[in-house]
């Protein structure tokens, strides 16, 4: 069955650290490949997404994510966080199946900035 | 441009009653799915919904319906709830035709309690 699995549920970072979430996914055709975040009391927001090209990838707020085929993984990475990037963090995979676009999110992870 | 909207924000029902939310789609979205996501999990997918017909279904019982109109909005239905079905329902909305890449835009979400 397709599925993304994210491996950190919790992280805890002090302000300045880098950071990097892993994912992977699990699914054998072509997928179109997603981090979305969700800041406390907000919606879902689209971070970053990767369908073709460049396998590094630039989103906002300077995060970034490569995507490693051969591993099947999509990292999301920042080098430096701030206290705002106390959120948690989806990464998410669709692909067109029956006429439209399926997706799966991972479990996320829950991230926390110490200022 | 008026991004997905979803009603009401918050709602509490008893076991056994039925519920209907709803969500209008972003302006020139045509696909709408929707979304579980219970407390310290990531969006499960319920259904989706493309010109008016229900094109992908994820691993959740009949209790659970929809239905897309003309205009794109859609709304999901849950009878004889459960007290599991406690969680915040999110919807999305898209475009469905291949070519693109499916990018989905949340709502704010329904958060339904019950009791």
């Known amino acids: 069955a397709q599925s993304v699995s994210q491996h950190n549920h919790h992280v805890i970072l002090s302000e300045a650290a880098s950071l990097e979430l892993g994912c992977n996914y699990s699914?054998?055709?072509?997928?179109?490949l997603f981090w979305y975040v969700q800041y406390p009391g907000q919606h879902l927001q689209l971070l970053l997404k990767?369908?073709?090209?460049?396998?590094l990838v630039k989103g906002i707020k300077g995060f970034e994510a490569e995507f490693i085929k051969s591993k099947f993984s999509f990292n999301l990475r920042k080098p430096s966080v701030q206290w705002s990037d106390t959120a948690e963090y989806f990464c998410?995979?669709?692909?067109?199946?029956?006429?439209?676009?399926?997706?799966?999110f991972g479990t996320g992870t829950r991230l926390k900035v110490l200022a | 441009d008026a991004g997905v909207t979803q009603s009401p924000t918050h709602l509490i029902k008893t076991r056994g009653q039925q519920v209907t939310l709803r969500c209008s789609p972003k302006?020139?979205?045509?696909?709408v799915s929707w979304y579980q996501q219970a407390l310290g999990q990531g969006p499960q997918f319920i259904f989706q919904?493309?010109?008016?017909?229900?094109?992908q279904r994820g691993n959740f019982p009949d209790r659970f319906s929809g239905h897309q109109f003309p205009n794109y909005s859609s709304e999901l239905n849950v009878n004889a709830l459960l007290l599991g079905d406690s969680a915040l329902y999110l919807c999305?909305?898209?475009?469905?035709?291949?070519?693109?890449?499916?990018?989905?835009?949340f709502g704010q979400g329904t958060r339904l309690t019950v009791v």
């Open positions: 919904y493309y010109e008016e017909e229900e094109r």
């Open positions: 998410a995979v669709n692909h067109f199946t029956s006429g439209t676009y399926k997706y799966i």
């Open positions: 302006s020139g979205h045509d696909t």
């Open positions: 999305a909305s898209s475009l469905g035709q291949q070519g693109g890449i499916g990018e989905a835009f």
């Open positions: 990767y369908f073709s090209g460049d396998p």
């Open positions: 699914y054998g055709g072509t997928v179109n």
